[in-house]
Each structure stands twice: as structure tokens, then as C-alpha cells.
């Protein structure tokens, strides 16, 4: 089985190598389509580096077939349990079908067989008749983190922050959102079946409900100074009800440092806080953000308000010269040694610091002592090497540092290489 995932990367690296060598697209004006520059407006079916294009012949509805595999490698120098946690895995692997119906709806349905656990991530349809108020409906990611908002294909860690463990990630829920004076001033308001920190919902009723906003001003964006238009800044928060278990904290390997102790659950209020910021100038890339989440929880007749804290700030610079930016960093010159020094791709240097808080009150009575963290402080450095537009192997080497309550405590802290190979398509 292995071989075969093996087998199934290298072709998909070689596609990405001959995409790499195919011209670049041009966009329709009309319907927002990507087409490639030997296309034919009449083709209904047609291929180019943007993915499989299937469309009407006037392009009203047409759909984009494409995706990323993101294989990882995680080498333990110290394990939270001290237990032999090395291996190789394959992160994602998530087909993408995006396209738009009459004009009028954009589409995006992503299935996940990534981590031997098929799941579908994210469906959805926007309508989008009112530019400044398009309505969403479906499965996706809650208007809360800028770190968990950002495109699981662009993140500069193999792993988000401990601080996102704080906010949603997807749920079933609708959504009004939109931008006004030039994408000066975007917002996102919804209403979502779920309220659990760090954790995917599924298409099951959940006890739980919550109404989330987020509120981002980039005040110089529609502006001619060069060194603030890539300036956000932005608050979102949430508050909800959620009744039921509560999911733990990991760290960026993956390992659980906290949880509640298996009889606490969710009783009642669920309310969020998360001021953020990014600032990208040429190849210089910085991103800030602070999470609160405090949460009613019941053990045993016991039921206290508990509050939880935590922050990052992530820090990037491309060293070959390229823009950095939001949404990701785009090789100059890909791979191609035999043209000369200039051809080989993008590097970008990488450094993050993040410590979460778990809130004293919670031991003895909704944790144990002994199994959980009581504060976590992550450091990582790294390097991203994009070959193209489609290869990007990413190293980071992440150093989380735990503090316990009891000194007798079972857990240690983790330093962990991690490396992975990306390949979109």
C-alpha cells in the first residue's frame, strides 16, 4: 500500500514538472473563468496549468477540477510521552471541485482522504448577486483565526500554531460576507452548528450553536504607498452554546498536551475573542494574532467558567527576492538549473513563537494534573523551497516547551524535524 502512495507522488510530481513548462493562463473577464491562452472560448472540456475545465460554451457554469497531496515526515528528537512517534504520512490529499452556475453561484465541494480518514472538508454554494453581501451556505471554516482562515495549501508551517487550537476550524453553518471600498473593509457574520476549539464538525446536528463575526480593514490597500497596502488589521469573536465533550490541545506534532478529564463536558456559554494582523511589504511576510476562549464546564456537579489564552507571531522573509504575501509566495523562475543560477525557484526563511495558557482553575477538578499541560510555549524555524508553482517542500524543526502543575507529571516536552513535500495540481 505503501509503494503505491509512493508511486502515486512521483507521478503527480512529474504532471507538476510539465505544468511548470505550460504558458500562463488568462483570465475571462466575463465569467471569471481561467482558461489557457491556446484555449477556444467554444471548448467545453479543456486542461492548462490552472487544472481540468469542464464548461457551457457561452462559460455561465463551468467547473475547475484540481487539488494538493501534502506528504509529511516527522523525525521525534523528544516526544511529549516519550514514546517512538517518527513516521510518514500523508497530511492531505484533497481533490478540489470549484466552478460557478449561471453566473450567479460559486461552487466548492473538497473531499479529504488525507491520514487514512476519508472525510469531505468543505461544500458549499455563495451566491453572489451582491458583491459587498454574498450569502454562503454549507461546510466551511468559521470567520474567526487568520492563521486557520489561511489556505491550507499557502501555510508557511507544516503544522498552524498552538494559538489556532483555540478557534473553530469547519462547520455546517450560512454566511454573509463582503467587501466595500476597494477591499478596504471586509466583514464575515454567520450563524454555525458547532462551537468546539481546534476541531472539524461533520454533517451531523451537533449540541451545540454559536453566531461568529470578523471585521478586516486594510485601510491602505486602495492607496498608491507601496509599503502599507498589504497592512490588515481585524478582530473576529464568537458566541455560542455547546453541550457535550470537549476536544484537547495539540502540539504541532500532533501530540495531545491537554485535555479535560473524561467525565467534564461543555455546559452552557461559549464565547471567543481573536484581535489579528498581518503586514507583507516586498518579500518581508509578518502575521500576529491573540485568541481567547472561555467556556462553561461541568464535572461532577462543578461547574465553572474557564478561560483559556494564547497568541503567535509568525514571521517570513524571502531570501530570493519574490512578494510575500497572504496568499502564499510565487516562484520568479522555477527549477531549471540548466539556465543559469537564477533558476532555482523561491527560498523563504521561516520563524514562529507561540505559548497558550490554560486557565488555573481548570486542576484538579477538570483535569488531571498528572496527563495535562497547564501552559505550552512553541518556537519553530524553518525553510520553504517552492520549485514552481506546483512542487514546495517545506522543513521546519518545532521546539514545545510544557509546564505542568504537578511535578510528577507523566508528559515532556517535544522537539520534533518535520519536512514535507507538497504537490498541487
Known amino acids: 500500500m505503501r509503494k503505491t502512495w509512493i508511486w502515486a507522488v512521483l507521478v503527480l510530481a512529474g504532471t507538476s514538472l510539465m505544468h511548470a513548462q505550460a504558458p500562463m493562463s488568462d483570465a475571462d473577464p466575463a465569467s471569471g473563468l481561467v482558461t489557457s491562452s491556446t484555449a477556444t472560448s467554444a471548448r467545453a472540456i479543456s486542461v492548462d496549468s490552472n487544472g481540468l475545465w469542464l464548461s457551457t460554451s457561452d462559460r455561465s457554469t463551468y467547473i475547475r477540477v484540481h487539488g494538493y497531496v501534502q506528504a509529511d515526515n516527522r523525525m521525534f528528537v523528544d516526544a511529549v510521552n516519550r514514546e517512538d512517534y517518527d513516521q510518514f504520512l500523508f497530511r492531505r490529499i484533497r481533490p478540489l471541485f470549484e466552478g460557478t452556475l449561471f453566473r450567479a453561484i460559486d461552487i466548492r465541494f473538497m473531499p479529504d482522504f488525507g491520514q487514512s480518514n476519508p472525510q469531505i472538508q468543505e461544500a458549499f454554494l455563495e451566491f453572489k448577486s451582491l458583491p459587498f453581501a454574498k450569502l454562503r451556505v454549507g461546510k466551511f471554516k ?9 489556505s491550507d495549501r499557502e501555510l508557511t508551517f507544516p ?7 483555540l478557534v473553530p476550524l469547519r462547520y455546517m453553518g450560512a454566511q454573509l460576507g463582503g467587501s466595500v471600498l476597494s477591499n478596504a473593509i471586509s466583514y464575515e457574520v454567520g450563524y454555525f452548528n458547532g462551537s468546539s476549539d481546534g476541531s472539524n464538525g461533520n454533517f451531523q446536528w451537533l449540541p ?6 470578523r471585521v478586516f480593514l486594510r485601510p491602505f490597500g486602495p492607496t498608491t504607498v507601496s509599503s502599507l497596502r498589504n497592512l490588515g488589521l481585524g478582530v473576529a469573536g464568537s458566541a455560542g452554546s455547546q453541550h457535550g465533550s470537549i476536544a484537547g490541545v495539540k502540539t504541532p506534532g500532533q501530540a495531545t498536551f491537554f485535555k479535560y478529564s473524561s467525565t467534564a463536558v461543555a455546559d452552557g456559554q461559549h464565547n471567543r475573542l481573536a484581535p489579528q494582523a498581518y503586514y507583507y511589504w516586498g518579500p518581508l511576510g509578518l502575521m500576529g494574532e491573540y485568541m481567547i476562549s472561555s467556556q462553561d464546564v461541568l464535572n ?4 465553572r467558567r474557564l478561560r483559556n489564552e494564547a497568541w503567535e507571531v509568525a514571521g517570513s522573509f524571502v531570501v530570493t527576492g519574490e512578494k510575500n504575501g497572504y496568499d502564499g509566495v510565487r516562484p520568479k523562475y522555477s527549477f531549471e538549473p540548466n539556465k543559469g543560477i537564477r533558476h532555482f525557484g523561491a527560498f523563504e526563511l521561516t520563524a514562529r513563537y507561540s505559548p497558550l495558557s490554560i486557565d488555573p482553575n481548570t486542576f484538579p477538578l477538570f483535569a488531571n494534573s498528572q ?7 512553541e518556537r519553530s524555524f524553518g525553510m520553504n523551497w517552492y520549485l514552481n508553482r506546483f512542487i514546495k517542500l517545506v522543513t521546519d524543526y518545532e521546539m514545545t516547551r510544557l509546564r505542568m502543575v504537578s511535578s510528577s507529571s507523566t508528559l515532556h516536552s517535544e522537539n520534533v524535524l518535520m519536512s514535507r513535500i507538497q504537490l498541487a495540481f
Open 142 to 150: 468559521e470567520p474567526l483565526g487568520l492563521e486557520v482562515l489561511r
Open 300 to 303: 461532577k456537579g462543578h461547574l
Open 371 to 377: 496527563t495535562a499541560a497547564q501552559r505550552a510555549i
Open 159 to 165: 503544522e498552524r500554531s498552538i494559538a489556532s487550537d
Open 208 to 213: 451545540a450553536n454559536e453566531g461568529a463575526a
